[in-house]
């Protein structure tokens, strides 16, 4: 749940800074104290449901802006995927997979800059 909260004050401080107010600004505007907008901002305060409907008002956003996509927790499960599968593991199998991923993700990514012609 952490980085679900960390996921949604990144967004509201991405949209802030984009609209160019300032955390206190938008504190008053949702009708709540600055200091705990602040926490909110770095994933360290919980809003309720009516501070984000009421943030999502003050920026001009549907309330679903302000959330993580499913293909943003499904990245989060897919994570803890590979982390419980190296469970058991010894420190030099799990560094060989490692690097064996590794290796694969920058092909993927090398691939996708890459054009290719058909």
Same mark, same amino acid.
């Given at each position: 749940?952490? #980085? +679900?909260?960390?996921?949604?004050?990144?967004?509201?401080?991405?949209? #802030?800074?984009?609209?160019?107010?300032?955390?206190?600004?938008?504190?008053?505007?949702?009708?709540?104290?600055?200091?705990?907008?602040?926490?909110?901002? #770095?994933?360290?305060?919980?809003?309720?449901?009516?501070? +984000?409907?009421?943030?999502?008002?003050?920026?001009?956003?549907?309330?679903?802006?302000?959330?993580?996509?499913?293909?943003?927790?499904?990245?989060?499960?897919?994570?803890?995927?590979?982390?419980?599968? +190296?469970?058991?593991?010894?420190?030099?199998?799990?560094? +060989?997979?490692?690097?064996?991923?590794?290796?694969?993700?920058?092909?993927?990514?090398?691939?996708?800059?890459?054009?290719?012609?058909?």
């Amino acid at each position: 749940m952490d #980085r +679900l909260y960390a996921d949604i004050g990144a967004r509201m401080r991405s949209i #802030r800074k984009t609209l160019k107010l300032t955390q206190s600004e938008v504190a008053v505007a949702v009708g709540i104290d600055p200091s705990f907008y602040g926490q909110i901002e #770095r994933g360290n305060g919980i809003p309720s449901l009516r501070t +984000l409907l009421a943030a999502a008002r003050v920026f001009g956003v549907e309330p679903a802006d302000l959330l993580p996509s499913r293909r943003d927790l499904a990245g989060d499960a897919q994570q803890k995927a590979l982390g419980r599968a +190296l469970t058991g593991l010894r420190p030099t199998q799990k560094r +060989l997979l490692l690097d064996i991923v590794s290796d694969m993700a920058d092909r993927f990514k090398t691939r996708r800059g890459r054009r290719t012609i058909k």
